[in-house]
């Protein structure tokens, strides 16, 4: 038999060789979102990737977007994701996030689009007239910045599309239809300049590719006004 205070400190050895041991899980890591306790917990073996699925499934029911995340005071973003992603909750103490209604963000995509939509059109004609004047190297250093650029506007708009348009077939159809043209034109560029095709791919560059461009603007306009339409509206379309 011991006394208590002896009792006491054989737990307390006992929990501390546990917790050494891997035995003890340890105190669950704190959610905050919008400054307050988030409405839900994590499960005891949950990913810190778990968690933010869980935590963005949350906030895109309520039509809002996570716009801001801290993870023990260090900014998490898309980019360091992945380095965090696999390990346990539980090895973090705080994640704190931050939310605002996704039309705030899309208003933010759409008017970055606008706003590349006519330098990625000039962009195409210039690279265009110089394959047309034979320079072909010169066409070729612009070629992969280019083509960046022109993913990042594919990418961006799908992104727009799946927050205003998600389980809207008419919507994802006619998005679809517009990337699949946007995209093949994309890999045609990536493919290279055929010598034998050469006015081709100065049509593809200089016209077929900015009017493919220029078909997104009405979309994107209607859009932008949907993000701060106060009621129901209709769905963008492309003319």
Excluded: Y
């Excluded at 041991?21 to 959610?31: H, Q």
């Excluded at 988030?38 to 810190?48: E, I, K, Q, S, V």
């Excluded at 390990?87 to 939310?99: I, N």
């Excluded at 708009?157 to 389980?167: K, M, P, S």
Aim: proline residues 5%.
């Amino acid at each position: 038999m011991c006394d208590d205070a002896a009792c006491r400190r054989h737990g307390r050895r006992r929990h501390a060789a546990r917790r050494e041991a891997g035995g003890d899980k340890g105190a669950p890591m704190k959610i905050e979102l919008n400054g307050e306790k988030a409405p839900f917990t994590a499960r005891p073996d949950a990913t810190l990737k778990d968690v933010l699925t869980q935590l963005r499934a949350h906030c895109s029911q309520r039509g809002q977007v996570v716009s801001e995340l801290t993870l023990d005071g260090t900014a998490l973003t898309l980019a360091t994701e992945p380095e965090f992603g696999e390990r346990r909750a539980r090895e973090f103490k705080l994640l704190r996030a931050r939310s605002v209604p996704v039309e705030r963000i899309v208003r933010s995509i759409i008017k970055g689009l606008l706003e590349a939509l006519d330098n990625l059109k000039a962009k195409s004609v210039a690279i265009g007239a110089l394959v047309k004047q034979g320079r072909r190297t010169d066409a070729f250093a612009h070629l992969g910045a280019f083509t960046s650029d022109l993913a990042f506007f594919s990418d961006g708009i799908h992104h727009c599309c799946t927050c205003l348009g998600a389980g809207k077939p008419d919507v994802e159809a006619l998005v679809r239809e517009g990337l699949a043209d946007l995209k093949d034109m994309l890999a045609r560029l990536k493919s290279g300049i055929p010598a034998t095709e050469v006015d081709r791919f100065t049509d593809l560059l200089s016209i077929e590719l900015p009017e493919s461009l220029e078909r997104w603007r009405p979309f994107l306009k209607t859009a932008a006004e949907l993000t701060t339409a106060p009621g129901p509206a209709e769905n963008p379309g492309l003319n």
